[in-house]
């Protein structure tokens, strides 16, 4: 299998990108989406499951290494190693007594983001490298939709293993599903990144070279703007369901399969609004979309509607944060430089992660402070404002001047 810059994403892109990204959400949404659901029915408060976020530091601080991963070695060899040691620490996990002690629990968690979030800068990289601006939004709705499949996996299908069976077989099913997805890499051509010096220049500081560029830290703030109040809102999902007194299974059913199919659906809208009607019209339509779904959540945190309006929210938040997260993504690759493609992306995506870290534990905070009503309010308040945020900083010339080509609609082909 070949990686190569097309106009159009090739099927055997389209297979790769989906193994790696449905990798990454795997882990990802277990212990983001079921383990929140173990903890709160173990009686954790919301402040002490949002405080578990640390353990996902490996996320935010990635680009410390990422210029190695982009500069040493090929991207082949990082991908496949690191989903081989995600594979071994679930089995190591399989075999250890986590009803005697969540300890062990936590420190494989932190050990899987290292290898998730390292697997992610080289297949950032090879994405960035593999699509051109036309193919970029249809690439980031495959990323997207095939992140989100692997989260709802990883939350409600590992979810649902643990509900009849125990923590070995769902952490075996994890192990083999990684490993799965590991054969269209090990199939992939070696692809060695732009490195003419030899590696010379992954230094320790490279990060910062890419940082300071022009207009980078301005991108990085009207994308932190635009995602902070959905994530709010998204990080207590499923508390928030457990709470409302749905049992593990109706919470893994509900958000397993039923949203399933909403992530795809949004995934693909957003990545045919970005291939078809530009960046813009994407992130206004994503912004818009993911500010009236946690309406719903309002709605369903206050006792109005009944289980149907918790589905409806729900499913709202899985269809309308899939499309502002493609156009979000398809914006922040098109920043990137293909010679460093995987640090300037990884830059971004970092920030987007302290984003979220911040807005979960803030969400915690005011959930246990005030409750689901004032805490969904807030996000949407948040939401809705980040979304004006994002169009009138990019209108203004925000961001590195490579996106000033892709913020006008694209002509299709």
Request: net charge positive; with cysteine; aromatic share 8%.
């Amino acid at each position: 299998m070949t990686v190569v810059r097309s106009r159009s994403v090739r099927p055997s892109v389209v297979v790769l990108l989906v193994s790696l990204y449905f990798a990454q959400g795997l882990p990802y949404g277990f212990f983001t989406t079921a383990l929140p659901v173990v903890l709160r029915q173990s009686g954790y408060s919301l402040v002490a499951i949002s405080a578990t976020g640390v353990l996902f530091l490996p996320w935010a601080l990635k680009f410390l290494w990422a210029p190695w991963v982009d500069r040493v070695g090929t991207r082949k060899r990082w991908v496949v190693s690191m989903q081989i040691g995600t594979a071994a620490v679930a089995l190591a996990l399989a075999w250890v007594d986590l009803d005697a002690s969540m300890t062990p629990l936590f420190v494989g968690i932190a050990l899987v983001n290292v290898f998730a979030a390292t697997q992610d800068v080289a297949t950032d990289g090879i994405t960035v490298t593999a699509l051109d601006a036309h193919g970029r939004g249809l690439g980031n709705g495959i990323q997207v939709g095939a992140y989100r499949l692997g989260m709802i996996a990883g939350g409600g299908g590992l979810l649902w293993v643990y509900s009849f069976a125990s923590w070995r077989a769902l952490f075996v099913v994890m192990a083999v599903l990684v490993l799965l997805t590991t054969i269209p890499a090990m199939l992939m051509r070696h692809t060695p990144p732009s490195a003419p010096d030899g590696g010379r220049a992954a230094s320790p500081i490279a990060w910062w070279t890419r940082l300071t560029r022009p207009g980078v830290l301005a991108l990085i703030a009207v994308v932190a703007a635009y995602k902070f109040g959905n994530s709010m809102g998204s990080a207590v999902l499923g508390p928030f369901l457990s709470d409302q007194g749905l049992s593990v299974r109706q919470i893994a059913l509900l958000d397993g399969a039923v949203s399933s199919g909403a992530a795809l659906a949004g995934a693909a809208l957003g990545g045919l609004l970005a291939f078809r009607l530009g960046r813009l019209t994407a992130l206004t339509v994503g912004g818009v979309a993911q500010s009236v779904a946690l309406i719903a959540f309002v709605a369903a945190a206050a006792d109005v509607g009944g289980i149907g309006m918790i589905v409806v929210a729900t499913v709202g938040e899985h269809v309308c944060g899939g499309i502002a997260t493609v156009a979000v993504f398809a914006l922040m690759m098109d920043s990137a430089e293909k010679s460093f493609a995987g640090t300037d992306y990884t830059l971004l995506a970092s920030a987007v992660v302290v984003t979220q870290g911040v807005a979960g534990f803030a969400a915690g905070i005011v959930g246990d402070a005030f409750g689901y009503v004032a805490l969904y309010s807030s996000a949407t308040v948040l939401s809705a404002l980040g979304c004006v945020v994002m169009l009138r900083g990019l209108r203004a010339g925000w961001g590195p001047a490579r996106l000033r080509e892709v913020l006008t609609p694209l002509p299709a082909h």
